[in-house]
């Protein structure tokens, strides 16, 4: 992790990182891990407190003897424009390091920024507390400046530390919403979507906190049983729908969709956040149940999809934990507008920055290498030039997505 360079950087700069590493090495001693131990039966927080102390031992150490601590950072991406197919980059392993000393001035302000929202992830480990980017950034707004210097300290020391956003007790405010044949404990909480199946519940921020064993009876004839009720999570679905936007999530609560269906409908209201991710890969872990995706015939509703089933480029690093490769393609496509006529007056065109999002997107390799449909796809939506909102089906009736197109096209397996 740590190489020693025999280029010193000026003694001023020195003594002050020096100064700051002690501190935070010092802090981190301040309480026993006996003491830790008996309070967490989880020892992943131990764990990392021990990585933390290992990695600012290495930079105490360099600058007790006079170097410059030279830092690699993993770099990972979860695409490229390799289109041989040859890459690497659905593997999960690093495509590359990058090199931070104190001799740029840049990288000396990285590692200042780094050391300070170590301290705090410390903080937050030790008292088993949570917090968001955001309060972190409003620890030391001046020294921070922008969101965006605490957003990469975080990425970089989930990578140096090998862990994920949340287990640095780092959490994001949930955007989700979930509904259906599901029934689940939350830190002692049980939440009942089974008892409503069309109201709608946020989705966990803390998913390690949803308890027990995820049961799968995915029957039409089932009927849930008293002693059923006494399991921790329990599902009696069939599927999983994810949607991209409210609206068309409270559509289907309108339409009473999960109660004339036996399926759990998920909304990330866009592009999803962590815990939205997280909440429907441990669904899918569990449940082994199909996962359709429901999205706008547009370039913005073709990324999101794609977020779900690849990942993010940001978080590329956690990828292989967040991405639902599972998920396929139930719309709307291209095709739909002259399959289920819709008029003319409903369809858009592409704009210039449509149009350049789309080439954009089609050189990914995973397009070409895992999904070559979902690229042509993407092919014919550039060339048709209009694109569509999944409201557009409205135009035949309120109830036509939850009455005709949704059940069609999953019993006649019209997805890709």
Request: glycine share 6%; with cysteine; charged share 25%.
């Amino acid at each position: 992790m740590l190489t020693l360079v025999p280029n010193t950087p000026a003694r001023a700069e020195l003594h002050s990182y020096k100064a700051r590493i002690y501190q935070f090495s010092n802090n981190v001693n301040l309480q026993r891990e006996e003491k830790m131990e008996g309070k967490r039966s989880n020892t992943q927080p131990l764990t990392l407190i021990r990585k933390i102390k290992g990695f600012t031992r290495s930079v105490v150490e360099d600058l007790a003897r006079g170097r410059a601590p030279l830092i690699y950072i993993d770099r990972f991406r979860n695409y490229c424009t390799d289109t041989s197919g040859n890459c690497s980059c659905s593997s999960g392993l690093s495509t590359g390091k990058e090199a931070i000393s104190l001799k740029r001035e840049c990288h000396a302000r990285r590692l200042d920024v780094l050391l300070r929202v170590l301290v705090i992830v410390q903080q937050l480990l030790q008292e088993n507390r949570h917090g968001s980017k955001r309060d972190i950034y409003y620890m030391h707004p001046t020294v921070f400046k922008e969101q965006s210097v605490v957003d990469r300290a975080i990425k970089d020391i989930c990578i140096l530390l090998q862990c994920s956003r949340h287990n640095l007790n780092v959490v994001s405010v949930g955007n989700g919403l979930v509904m259906g044949w599901l029934r689940y404990v939350e830190s002692g909480r049980k939440i009942n979507c089974i008892g409503n199946p069309h109201t709608a519940y946020p989705i966990p921020v803390l998913v390690e906190e949803v308890d027990g064993i995820l049961m799968s009876l995915s029957t039409m004839a089932v009927v849930v049983t008293p002693l059923m009720l006494e399991q921790d999570i329990i599902s009696v679905a069939q599927y999983v729908l994810v949607v991209e936007k409210e609206s068309v999530f409270q559509r289907l609560a309108n339409d009473q969709f999960c109660k004339r269906n036996r399926c759990i409908v998920i909304t990330g209201r866009g592009y999803p956040d962590v815990p939205t991710r997280r909440f429907l890969r441990l669904l899918i872990d569990k449940l082994h149940l199909p996962v359709y995706g429901l999205v706008d015939c547009d370039p913005y509703g073709f990324d999101i999809l794609t977020t779900y089933k690849f990942g993010s480029l940001q978080m590329a690093y956690d990828a292989t934990f967040l991405r639902v490769s599972e998920i396929q393609w139930l719309g709307v496509f291209v095709q739909d507008c002259d399959n289920y006529s819709i008029p003319q007056q409903c369809l858009l065109p592409l704009t210039t920055e449509d149009k350049r999002k789309v080439e954009a997107m089609l050189p990914r390799c995973y397009l070409q290498r895992e999904v070559p449909q979902w690229r042509f796809e993407l092919e014919l939506l550039l060339r048709k030039g209009v694109k569509f909102e999944i409201e557009a089906l409205s135009v035949h009736s309120l109830t036509f997505l939850s009455h005709e197109y949704l059940p069609s096209k999953i019993h006649n397996g019209g997805y890709i």
